[in-house]
């Protein structure tokens, strides 16, 4: 029965990319029509159920939305993709507070470093006010992308903390800039482009990144952040663990040269700790030692070369600190063939392209960052923009 079910997996597969190249090319009813049909034949294929959700989102129709996110992720409950569209649809459509907060901790606990979830986490968190998680949240995020200004900007927002007279400092370095602000048409509804993660490779070698959802009402977060990132950290022993997390205390509260020297310690005594020479990296940043910050990220990489947190670091740094825009490229390249539904990283692509002109690059990632997240409201202004500029 088993190789059966993949049998029919395998043709379902073949005959959906067929599908949505037919998709492409009729109107979103039409196109809606075609998967519908085919998730008559094929009712367990998540994929489909996916899709279709995004095109009943589109056509506002919430219900039919909620029903086939859901469907695509108990069918594929590890897909990270189907979790996070759910939870943000819980979350920004239905405020649904409790079950976005779940669902987010359980991608937290598979992957703490997942920068979208933390700042998702934060966000909410600070919406329901709970400050005190929503500054871990996005102090984290600080710690694993320096350069992350939601989560900047969300820590702006917070009051200090209680028993301090100024706000916490966090690792965080200047913004980026942001994208093109919109012209004056009003932006253009969400393309009607489906799985563009199926669309063939685009001309240019992409990708940085960024995400965010929105607001809602209480309910009780089951795991603190803490717990979270020590479970996924790298245990070489229980005294380097020690020192890290006191190099991570003093980080948040700003003491960045004892963080450093703590952080140099574990590297003395364990030099192949990934993680701490990450954070080295982001503290060298921080304090303008770029060639300090670049040995570390590249010893980042070397070390954990499938960690995509910090390789997009260290491609964040060479593209922002060293305007080494192919070598930061050659990164993105490679994280955006391993997973097309980054929407920061699709984002950050966009950027890039319009920063050197790009248009036609541009408008692609911003269609396809759209197609995933339609309410992104910085990515229509952009894309409105790229249009307003096209000749007539």
Known sequence: MKNKNSLIL???AATYERILTEVREVEADEGLRHIEDFLKIYPDFAQAHNDV????YQAG????????????HKLEPANVVFRKKLADFYFVELAWTGEAINTYLDILKDNAFDIETLNALGTISQ???RREQARQYFTRTLQIDVNNFEAAHGLQQLPPPSGTAAPQKQIVQPEPPPLPAAVTQPPPPPPAALAPWLEPAPLLTPQPSMAQPSAASPAPVTSSFQDLFLAIAAEPASSAVDLYQEAVSLANEGRLDESVAL???IISTTPDSAIAHNDLGVLYQKTGDRTSSRYHHEAAV???PENTTFAKNLADLLYCDFGAFEEALDIYVRLFAENRYDVELLKAIAH???EIDRQEDARFFLEQLLAIKPWDLDAAESLRTIGAAQPV
């Open 352 to 354: 890039i392209c319009l």
């Open 61 to 72: 129709n919430s219900l039919k939305a909620l029903a086939h996110y859901e469907k695509a």
């Open 127 to 129: 919406k329901i006010g």
């Open 263 to 265: 952080l140099q310690t």
């Open 10 to 12: 395998i043709e379902g």
């Open 53 to 56: 959700a995004v095109m009943y």
């Open 302 to 304: 070397r070390l954990q």
